[in-house]
C-alpha cells in the first residue's frame, strides 16, 4: 500500500463512520426498541456501577481482545472508529434532523434505511484496508472461521447472541429490536452483493504495519535526497 493510498484512506475511513453513525441514528430515531449491541450494553449498566456509556466502552476493550485472540489486526481504521463513531451518533443526536416517528410501519421503513446506510457505511471504512472498529473486526474474524455462510448469516447469528445476552441481562427489546437482529445481516449482504464487496478478502494493515511502511518511504525519499 503506497503512502498516498494510506493517507488517502482516513479520510475515506472518516466519511464512512459518519454514514454509519446516521445510519445508527436512524435506527435509534425510529424509536421501536434498542438494536442488540445497546440491548447488551444497557443490560451491563443494570448490573453493574456503570453507566450506559462506560458499560458501552468496556464491553469494546472486551471486543477488542476479542479481535486480538482471533489474529484480526488492529490499525489506525480502528482507533479512528473508537474516537468518532460514538460522537457522530452523538452529532446527529444533538442536531436531530429527523422527526421522530409515529406509525409502526413508517418506524421500521426508517430502521431499514439505517440498517442500509450502516452497511454502506462499513464499506467504505473497510475498504480503506486499514482495519475496522471492534464490532466489524470481530465479524470479520468469525467470518473467516464460518467460510461456508454468508457473511450476513455470520452476522445474523452474533446479533442474535447478543441479544440474547443483552435481554437476560434485562436490556430492552422491542419490535425494531427484532428488525435490526434479523434484517441487518440480510441487508447488509444485499448491498454487500450489488455493490460486490467480500469484507473477509479485505487485506488490512495494524498500526505497526502502516507505521513501518510510512517509516521505510520516509527513509526513502531521505536516502534519495542525499545521494542526489
Not at 431499514?112 to 457505511?121: D, E, H, N, S, T
Request: net charge positive; proline share 4%.
Amino acid at each position: 500500500m503506497s503512502r498516498k493510498k494510506i493517507v488517502l484512506g482516513w479520510p475515506r475511513i472518516v466519511f464512512g463512520l459518519l454514514v454509519f453513525a446516521l445510519g445508527v441514528h436512524l435506527t435509534i430515531r425510529a424509536d421501536l426498541g434498542l438494536a442488540p449491541w445497546d440491548c447488551l450494553g444497557t443490560g451491563i449498566a443494570l448490573h453493574t456501577p456503570l453507566n450506559y456509556g462506560l458499560a458501552m466502552t468496556a464491553m469494546s476493550v472486551i471486543i477488542l481482545i476479542i479481535d486480538v485472540l482471533l489474529k484480526e489486526k488492529i490499525g489506525f481504521g480502528t482507533i479512528i472508529d473508537a474516537l468518532l463513531t460514538g460522537n457522530f451518533v452523538q452529532m446527529f443526536s444533538d442536531l436531530d434532523p429527523f422527526p421522530k416517528t409515529k406509525n409502526v410501519w413508517i418506524g421500521i421503513a426508517v430502521i431499514v434505511a439505517g440498517l442500509a446506510l450502516m452497511a454502506v457505511g462499513q464499506y467504505f471504512y473497510m475498504t480503506a484496508g486499514q482495519s475496522c472498529g471492534p464490532r466489524d473486526a470481530l465479524l470479520v474474524g468469525l467470518g473467516k472461521r464460518l467460510r461456508r455462510l454468508p457473511i450476513g448469516v455470520v452476522q445474523i447469528l452474533l446479533w442474535g447472541t447478543v441479544l440474547l445476552i443483552g435481554r437476560l441481562l434485562g436490556g430492552p427489546v422491542g419490535i425494531g429490536t427484532v428488525v435490526s437482529t434479523f434484517g441487518s445481516g440480510i441487508i447488509m449482504q444485499l448491498i454487500f452483493r450489488l455493490i460486490r464487496f467480500e469484507p473477509r478478502q479485505i487485506a488490512h494493515q495494524s498500526v505497526i504495519d502502516t507505521m513501518r511502511l510510512l517509516r521505510a518511504k520516509r527513509e526513502a525519499r531521505h536516502e534519495g535526497f542525499v545521494d542526489s
